[in-house]
């Protein structure tokens, strides 16, 4: 088989790298931007693995290159470098290029405390929901950071996340399984909710949404700290 997983990843991260020339603001922080992109991926690697081992998720090899590394192909560690770098590329074009692109304040505001709640109670609900459960955990505590300390930021986001989405669906959307014969990602439906956007498990956006706010959040402060040094 075409090993398409690691063909998606190349793709996904050509049209970013070329459009750096452009916005080189963004790429000039490069070495704060990396470090930022290895500690989130570090943290999702270890969950991706453990959930790997348990069966809340596996992996069709035929679609990868057949490197595996602790159980996992290595085109499921590269998504955690370049997908992030692809998603918040997007955000910061976005914002540059309208600085005024984002939420209102007090709708952020009010749609972060409703989504809050709303994700602590179907977790709460779901515990036995390995992927539910601690998906909508985590997205509570990125989102009450986020409205603790990086209320601005979590605007500009709000409105960036939109637009990520639409290459979110494309390529989470093939590794799913649409549009080919059988997954390079399968869901263990015992473990989530089941419910599917096209053959994406709802969750996934929430997986999405921690891992980039996330680490828009670790970028933001280690450029303030760099900033003020300079």
């Not at 790997?52 to 090899?61: D, L």
């Not at 290459?167 to 439906?189: A, M």
Request: charged share 10%; proline share 3%; glycine share 4%.
């Amino acid at each position: 088989m075409t090993p398409l997983y690691f063909y998606i990843l190349l793709f996904s991260i050509a049209v970013p790298l070329l459009y750096t020339l452009i916005f080189k603001d963004f790429i000039k922080y490069w070495k704060l931007f990396t470090i930022s992109t290895v500690v989130v991926a570090l943290i999702f690697l270890i969950w991706d693995y453990y959930f790997t081992a348990i069966g809340v998720w596996s992996f069709n090899y035929d679609y990868c290159l057949g490197i595996e590394l602790l159980g996992m192909p290595i085109e499921e560690w590269l998504f955690f470098l370049i997908i992030p770098f692809c998603s918040l590329f997007i955000h910061y074009c976005a914002i540059t290029i309208n600085p005024n692109f984002k939420f209102n304040k007090k709708a952020s505001l009010y749609f972060t405390l409703i989504l809050m709640a709303l994700v602590i109670t179907v977790a709460a609900a779901n515990i036995t929901k390995y992927y539910t459960a601690v998906n909508f955990l985590l997205l509570a505590m990125v989102l009450f950071l986020g409205l603790l300390f990086f209320r601005t930021h979590l605007q500009e986001f709000y409105a960036s996340f939109i637009l990520i989405l639409i290459p979110f669906f494309i390529v989470n959307g093939i590794l799913t399984g649409s549009f080919i014969e059988v997954p390079i990602v399968s869901y263990n439906n015992l473990e989530n909710l089941g419910i599917r956007l096209f053959t994406i498990p709802i969750e996934d956006i929430g997986y999405a949404f921690s891992m980039l706010f996330g680490n828009l959040m670790i970028f933001e402060t280690l450029k303030k700290r760099f900033l003020k040094t300079t």
